[in-house]
């Protein structure tokens, strides 16, 4: 007999195997017992500590190789699975971290069981095994059957239930001539070529790269945003870094390129160009140069015209086709007064707002709006909330007021009243407002409705008050005819970050649909300057209801526990919780939306409102002075440091009493999972009459998003975080990029179902557009990415049609 054959006695028998096993439950339960000790003695669950004590016991049991140390942990299992159906009942996604972890150490257990004194299988053991794959398919099929979009279709509008009388919609068909479509910013296209019956024959008809990708000093600053304009036969575009571009609309080949020569020092968080401008200039010969032209505003601070058909500068406009909005604005560093969205162009006036970095200091520049004659390119006016006597250029050896709310995002406009509606961000610093002057705390966070000859606010619409939170409204308006008892009434749908909607009358700004004044909570750091009351929509809100700890998540029950751990050391009296110091407290939503820049879009034929939106909670905590002074953390115009982070993660605040860190999203560390149950992000349909939800499903797959930032590739809609817009057309699509997931997609706009999807080269963090050239349908989509959004980089421009005939 062989060696190989010669049985091994069972003394000699080495069960590695399970001692690994068992070394890893008296470890997890150590963990979970101290960790669940301290969330006990926190007012928290008192799950955790009997279970770690649990797996400790298990532990110990089979590394003496007992059965009873398997059943112990079975019978903790059990318990868990009890537990946990207790807590969220069917939910899927919250029994991830409490059930998945536990039912693969039940498998491995079931696994090692040969290894169990006496050395033969139990039938126990076999019964077990059973036990566990049905518990596996049952948690498969919750996780599915829970995770599907909800639908209400019998609600759902029919095509031409309402009249499109808005002259603006006469704008949209072949062509797509301003950022949102029109500057009602509705982003419908009544183009119906492409419908749910055969947009699985799309294919890319052309790419174009931009050519314009980060330099090293770059790197980790890009988001190419922008959302293309086509007029005739041409595409007009800006890369991330202000390259003008001019593209045969059906080839996709350049027909001009004009680079402005922004330099990397110039970039703010991002380098970011959302879109350009279109204009004819009403006395111009059609056959001279710039009697069509592009205006586009940069990240350096200028505004630019150059030639529609050329791209050669418009020397009639200003300096050489230049004009510098930082005339006036005093001491201005690189980097803190760029403009990433286009101007609006209303009764030939350029409007512009700009953005102000975020964070850095209570004196950064003023948040002025400006007005240049579109041909030009004369100040025609300037609005100084705080000085409206300034009309044009401050006095010799005065500025603009410092650091007043900026309009960092695009206007919306209506070419017959003669209004630009300019949604409106925050004072200078977004997390202290005990300086802010009366106009500010009037202004900031609302919608105003400016006269554009005069540039004096006719009307203004604030949704939070005093706002704290960087609430700052990010979404353009959007211009509809609202159907009401008395007929339709010229109105705007105004999205928010913290998810409510509100519809006014964009006349006058009174609220056409309810909205309510209800009391916030209360406290923090400055008690005397919170509002007692806030503005809420009764029309429609994406917003969910509060956080709870049963809320938390997490891959695992470690991961979990210490994110309920940080919910119950943190300050969160629910939604408006006041900033505060001694502890964290939870932002819920985050400053990420709700609706952020990509806005909605709108079905005018249906009545139906498309809206993507984040649902996300922030981490965050007013650092004191002297602490942030340790810290490094300075303003940008300061040696010590660019800036102290991204996005309000160690942003300085100078000249206040804190500093802010910002958890966005509410990260752990090391394993970079997110702390809130999923979704993270979803797409709605909504009524536009009754602001009723038609159909409601998750949005973004978790095919790019993994523990340890390795992705998962699972083809599962776990809902991710999104930046960018949808487009709506008259063939019954939604047309929409934006999540993490490197995916454009189709959505039928009667169902909620993705109809066809295709894989982009990079993030998708833009807004698509549609239009027509020589009877053929084209979808377009900037694939740039972002870094904020931590999708790949790239500069393609993808254009997609049907197959030829």
């Known amino acids: 007999m062989s060696d190989e054959t010669v049985p091994v006695p069972e003394r000699r028998r080495r069960p590695w195997a399970l001692w690994i096993l068992a070394a890893v439950l008296v470890l997890i339960g150590l963990v979970l017992a101290i960790g669940g000790g301290w969330l006990l003695a926190l007012g928290g669950s008192a799950y955790y500590l009997p279970a770690g004590l649990g797996l400790i016991i298990s532990g110990g049991l089979m590394a003496m190789r007992r059965w009873s140390g398997f059943w112990v942990y079975a019978a903790v299992f059990v318990a868990t699975l009890l537990w946990a159906f207790w807590e969220v009942g069917m939910d899927g996604w919250a029994l991830v971290p409490r059930l998945v972890g536990p039912l693969v150490l039940l498998l491995i257990a079931v696994a090692l069981t040969p290894m169990l004194r006496p050395v033969r299988l139990h039938a126990s053991g076999a019964v077990a095994g059973v036990v566990v794959l049905i518990?596996?398919?049952?948690?498969?099929?919750?996780?599915?059957?829970?995770?599907?979009?909800?639908?209400?279709l019998a609600n759902l509008p029919p095509p031409g239930r309402m009249e499109m009388t808005d002259p603006s919609l006469r704008d949209t068909g072949a062509d797509w001539p301003a950022y949102g479509g029109t500057y009602a910013a509705r982003r419908w296209s009544p183009l119906d070529q492409i419908t749910p019956a055969n947009v699985d024959g799309l294919e890319r008809a052309w790419v174009y790269h931009t050519r314009d990708l980060p330099s090293e000093a770059a790197e980790?600053?890009?988001?190419?945003?922008?959302?293309?304009?086509?007029?005739?036969?041409?595409?007009?575009?800006?890369?991330?870094?202000?390259?003008?571009?001019?593209?045969?609309?059906?080839?996709?080949?350049?027909?001009?390129?004009?680079?402005?020569?922004?330099?990397?020092?110039?970039?703010?968080?991002t380098a970011a160009c959302r879109g350009v401008s279109y204009f004819e200039a009403p006395d111009v010969p059609a056959a001279e140069i710039c009697a069509t032209r592009i205006i586009e505003g940069t990240l350096d601070g200028r505004i630019l015209a150059v030639d529609a058909r050329t791209g050669a500068p418009c020397t009639g406009f200003g300096e050489n086709g230049a004009v510098d909005i930082k005339q006036g604005m005093g001491p201005v560093v690189p980097g803190m007064v760029s403009i990433t969205s286009p101007p609006v162009i209303v009764q030939g006036v350029i409007v512009t707002g700009h953005q102000v970095l975020d964070g850095q200091k209570r004196s950064a520049p003023s948040g002025v709006i400006q007005a240049y004659d579109a041909v030009t390119g004369e100040l025609r006016w300037a609005w100084d909330m705080v000085r409206p006597d300034i009309t044009g250029l401050p006095p010799e050896g005065e500025t603009y007021t410092r650091g007043t709310p900026n309009m960092w995002t695009t206007a919306s406009g209506d070419e017959e009243l003669g209004l630009v509606y300019l949604p409106m961000g925050n004072s200078a610093v977004d997390y202290w407002s005990s300086d802010r002057s009366e106009a500010e705390n009037r202004y900031a966070?609302?919608?105003?409705?400016?006269?554009?000859?005069?540039?004096?606010p006719v009307w203004s619409f604030q949704t939070v008050h005093k706002d704290v939170w960087d609430y700052d409204l990010g979404s353009q308006a959007t211009l509809v005819d609202f159907p009401t008892g008395e007929g339709a009434v010229p109105a705007l749908i105004l999205p928010s970050k913290q998810g409510d909607m509100y519809v006014l009358d964009r006349r006058t700004g009174r609220p056409i649909t309810g909205v309510e004044e209800r009391p916030v909570p209360q406290g923090g750091v400055e008690p005397d300057e919170r509002s007692a009351t806030q503005p809420f929509s009764l029309y429609h809100t994406l917003r969910r209801e509060d956080l709870t700890e049963a809320k938390m998540w997490g891959m695992s029950p470690i991961d979990q526990m210490i994110c309920r751990i940080q919910y119950r050391q943190a300050s969160y009296k629910g939604f408006y919780t006041p900033p505060t110091t001694d502890t964290h407290w939870v932002e819920y939503p985050g400053y990420n939306g709700g609706s952020d820049w990509g806005g909605i879009a709108v079905d005018p034929s249906r009545g139906v409102i498309i809206a993507n939106y984040n649902d996300m909670p922030n981490h965050n905590r007013l650092v004191p002075r002297e602490e942030a002074e340790r810290l490094g953390w300075a303003p940008r115009s300061e040696e010590r440091g660019e800036f102290g982070g991204q996005e309000g993660a160690g942003d300085p605040q100078a000249g206040t009493p804190y500093a802010i860190n910002v958890n966005a999203g509410w990260r752990l560390p090391v394993t970079l999972l997110l702390c809130k149950e999923p979704p993270y992000g979803g797409i709605r349909a909504i009524d536009m009459e009754t602001g009723e939800t038609l159909w409601d499903r998750p949005f973004g797959e978790a095919r790019t998003n993994g523990p340890f930032g390795i992705p998962s590739m699972l083809p599962v809609d776990i809902g991710t975080p999104n930046n960018g817009g949808a487009v709506v057309t008259a063939g019954g699509l939604v047309f929409i990029a934006a999540a993490t997931d490197n995916l454009i997609r189709a959505i039928d706009i009667e169902t909620g179902e993705t109809v066809w999807s295709d894989v982009l080269p990079a993030g998708g963090q833009a807004t698509p557009m549609t239009y027509e050239i020589d009877g053929r349908q084209y979808l377009v989509i900037m694939a740039g990415g972002h870094h904020f959004m931590e999708t790949p980089i790239g500069d393609e421009l993808i254009a997609y049609a049907l197959p030829q005939g």
């Open 135 to 152: 518990v596996a398919a049952v948690l498969v099929g919750v996780v599915v059957v829970q995770n599907a979009p909800e639908r209400q």
């Open 220 to 269: 980790g600053s890009y988001g190419a945003e922008t959302t293309p304009l086509k007029i005739g036969d041409t595409l007009y575009l800006c890369s991330a870094k202000n390259i003008l571009i001019a593209l045969d609309a059906e080839s996709g080949e350049e027909r001009w390129r004009h680079d402005p020569g922004v330099e990397d020092r110039f970039i703010p968080y």
């Open 445 to 456: 966070t609302s919608l105003v409705a400016i006269d554009v000859n005069t540039g004096r």
